[in-house]
């Protein structure tokens, strides 16, 4: 009794596994329907009252449809752009291989730049040259990949399994559409010259072969877009933020902030409150905080007091207006529509040193 138990769960196992053999292309099970003829047209009696017959169902036997049918169509399912880089995305109804990319912490000044980085690191790591057709376009050389075909087997043959080799070749083409303030690209990856042998025969392949392939590349530059951002704000935020006193373009006092306008806005409005010049409000479009200084309180009326050191200046309201300077960040401070002196600087230069170093960190 227990080997008759047993010998029906190994058949049933291998029922299961050979109803799922085959390529991964094709349905499983018979075709048989392919062969099968339509039926012939239902025939009324004469003294019988015919039904209506709108055809709306009516399938045409001998009109000829194009394309496969049977074991010839294609059931593989398309593999999915996937948008995991922080700011990347996709359209709705996007038709190509494509994502869209927006600037964000750690890419630096052009995001365009950035992913072809990301692209360029892609390629070597799998073999890959590639030569630039144009500013925005690369096209690589022949990629060749030979892929084994196991020929789907009966249930009962229990003999080995005939194996076909099938030869693909195509090159990518990496194309990127940057808007002209450079914050924003897409990247678009399409397949040239793609073709496929199988038995001394060269077609062209599959359209939804052709998608897969440009998407498992687009993935994986994705997935490197997104680690080298990650990297970067890392070492951003293990790195000391340079402050220097100077001057700016105008030859007035002012602090120049090692790293663009984009990572010191932020950064510095964050500083400014952590030493006591509360942010009341700001322009970004203008680069300028408008903050106000009240030295801290001793904490003896009001529980806790400020959580700052008293700096060396005046109280009162006060504008610190940020700007680039060639790849840095140059901010000067005005109160009363005068830029503020040097010595005001010097005042509170190492408060706000200490805290941009400890914003930055976080």
């Not at 709108?54 to 948008?83: F, H, W």
């Not at 000044?109 to 390629?123: C, G, I, N, P, Q």
């Not at 009962?156 to 195509?170: A, G, I």
């Not at 510095?268 to 030295?295: K, M, P």
Request: aromatic share 8%; net charge negative.
């Amino acid at each position: 009794m227990k080997f008759t138990r047993v010998a029906t769960v190994v058949a049933a196992t291998i029922a299961v596994s050979a109803c799922s053999s085959g390529p991964k292309e094709q349905a499983s099970g018979d075709f048989d329907y392919v062969e099968i003829n339509q039926s012939e047209s239902l025939t009324i009696p004469g003294q019988l009252e015919k039904p209506a017959n709108p055809g709306d169902y009516r399938v045409e036997t001998e009109k000829q449809y194009p394309g496969a049918v049977g074991g010839n169509v294609n059931v593989m399912s398309p593999r999915l752009v996937r948008p995991v880089a922080l700011g990347s995305r996709v359209l709705e109804n996007e038709q190509q291989s494509t994502v869209y990319f927006d600037v964000v912490d750690g890419m630096g000044r052009s995001v365009a730049d950035f992913v072809w980085r990301a692209a360029e690191r892609v390629l070597e790591r799998r073999g890959i040259s590639w030569q630039q057709q144009a500013e925005h376009r690369w096209l690589t050389e022949p990629v060749s990949r030979a892929v084994e075909i196991d020929d789907d087997t009966s249930f009962w043959d229990f003999t080995d399994s005939e194996t076909r080799q099938l030869q693909r070749s195509f090159r990518y083409q990496l194309q990127q559409q940057p808007a002209e303030h450079q914050r924003t690209t897409s990247l678009t990856i399409d397949l040239v010259d793609a073709t496929e042998k199988q038995d001394g025969q060269t077609v062209p392949m599959s359209d939804i072969r052709q998608t897969n392939t440009e998407v498992m590349l687009l993935n994986a530059i994705i997935s490197e877009v997104n680690r080298l951002q990650q990297q970067a704000v890392l070492d951003q935020g293990n790195q000391v933020v340079p402050l220097s006193l100077a001057s700016n373009n105008n030859q007035e006092p002012a602090f120049i902030i090692g790293m663009n306008f984009e990572n010191a806005w932020p950064l510095a409005g964050l500083a400014l409150e952590a030493i006591g010049l509360t942010v009341d409000d700001l322009n970004r479009d203008a680069g300028t905080y408008f903050v106000e200084y009240s030295a801290p309180d001793s904490g003896f009326l009001f529980m806790g007091g400020d959580d700052y050191d008293a700096l060396d200046i005046e109280e009162g309201e006060y504008e610190v207006r940020l700007v680039e300077y060639n790849d840095d960040t140059a901010m000067t401070v005005v109160k009363d529509g005068e830029v503020v002196p040097a010595a005001w600087l010097q005042a509170i230069e190492d408060a706000f040193a200490t805290a941009l170093q400890e914003q930055n960190q976080r």
